[in-house]
């Protein structure tokens, strides 16, 4: 034999072997144990609660011709269309902290400040929610401290969980209507608007402004 002939028999020898082991390979994949069955739980079994032994109740359709009931909340009698006809001086005004704060950088007197906006005779009120806020703050906040230490401020005891000064001040004003609430936070003011009733005291142009009032009372709004 040549040596050609040699080595195309040596070439088809290899390519045989090659196959051979693609197939052994394959067959080692294919041959994989069948996959184990899980194991069920049989339904008396302790481990289950009797509300997972009874069976799923079936959804009642809706009758599109039926009537649809409808809650409407409940407004008390003092609101007159948007606005609270019980609201007369004197004003009780629930202060926030971003609300001294403010006041302080633009230099104003809180009391005397609030009486030249409503044109009354008004009376702060700060909750212990706002009072925990503030001593929080630290050292920075020394000012505003001693500022809602005022004599002049009058201190409502919280009895519920938690200091979130915001939900505190929202639940206060739903509650009763007799507040006018004092902040300069946004998201505040978002939350009051939606209940009906409560006017919002804030800060613009280095002056107390106020909105949701009868124009009868107080200050000219801008």
Same mark, same amino acid.
Do not use: W
């Given at each position: +034999?040549?040596?050609?002939?040699? %080595? =195309?028999?040596?070439?088809? *020898?290899? *390519?045989?072997?090659?196959? %051979?082991?693609?197939?052994?390979?394959?067959?080692?994949? /294919?041959?994989? /144990?069948?996959?184990?069955?899980?194991? !069920?739980?049989?339904?008396?079994?302790?481990?289950?609660?009797? /509300?997972?032994?009874?069976?799923? @109740?079936?959804?009642?359709?809706?009758?599109?011709?039926?009537? @649809?009931?409808?809650? &409407?909340? @409940?407004?008390?009698?003092?609101?007159?269309?948007?606005?609270?006809?019980?609201?007369?001086?004197?004003?009780?005004?629930?202060? $926030?902290?971003?609300?001294?704060?403010?006041?302080?950088?633009?230099?104003?007197?809180?009391?005397?400040? +609030? !009486? $030249?906006?409503?044109?009354?005779?008004?009376?702060?009120?700060?909750?212990?929610?706002? !009072?925990? %806020?503030? %001593?929080?703050? =630290? +050292?920075?906040?020394?000012?505003?401290?001693?500022?809602?230490?005022?004599?002049?401020?009058?201190?409502?005891?919280?009895?519920?969980? =938690?200091?979130?000064? $915001?939900?505190?001040?929202?639940?206060?004003?739903?509650?009763?209507?007799?507040?006018?609430?004092?902040? &300069?936070?946004?998201?505040?003011?978002?939350? &009051?608007?939606?209940?009906?009733?409560?006017?919002?005291?804030?800060?613009?142009?280095?002056?107390?402004?106020?909105?949701?009032?009868? $124009?009868?009372?107080?200050?000219?709004?801008?």
């Amino acid at each position: +034999m040549t040596q050609a002939q040699h %080595e =195309g028999r040596r070439s088809v *020898l290899i *390519l045989l072997f090659s196959v %051979e082991d693609q197939l052994k390979i394959m067959g080692k994949q /294919k041959t994989k /144990k069948f996959a184990a069955m899980k194991r !069920m739980i049989s339904l008396k079994d302790q481990r289950i609660k009797e /509300k997972d032994r009874a069976k799923a @109740k079936e959804k009642k359709k809706k009758d599109p011709s039926a009537l @649809k009931e409808r809650e &409407v909340p @409940k407004y008390p009698s003092c609101l007159f269309f948007q606005y609270n006809t019980q609201l007369g001086p004197p004003y009780h005004i629930l202060v $926030d902290t971003n609300f001294i704060n403010f006041s302080i950088k633009a230099k104003l007197d809180i009391v005397q400040s +609030m !009486m $030249d906006c409503l044109y009354a005779k008004c009376i702060p009120y700060i909750t212990d929610c706002v !009072m925990a %806020e503030i %001593e929080k703050l =630290g +050292m920075k906040y020394r000012v505003a401290l001693r500022i809602a230490k005022d004599p002049r401020f009058e201190r409502l005891p919280c009895t519920h969980q =938690g200091t979130y000064a $915001d939900d505190c001040l929202v639940q206060r004003v739903t509650q009763h209507k007799c507040y006018i609430l004092a902040t &300069v936070d946004r998201d505040l003011k978002r939350r &009051v608007r939606k209940i009906p009733g409560v006017p919002i005291m804030y800060i613009s142009n280095h002056r107390y402004n106020i909105e949701r009032m009868p $124009d009868d009372y107080g200050a000219p709004r801008f």
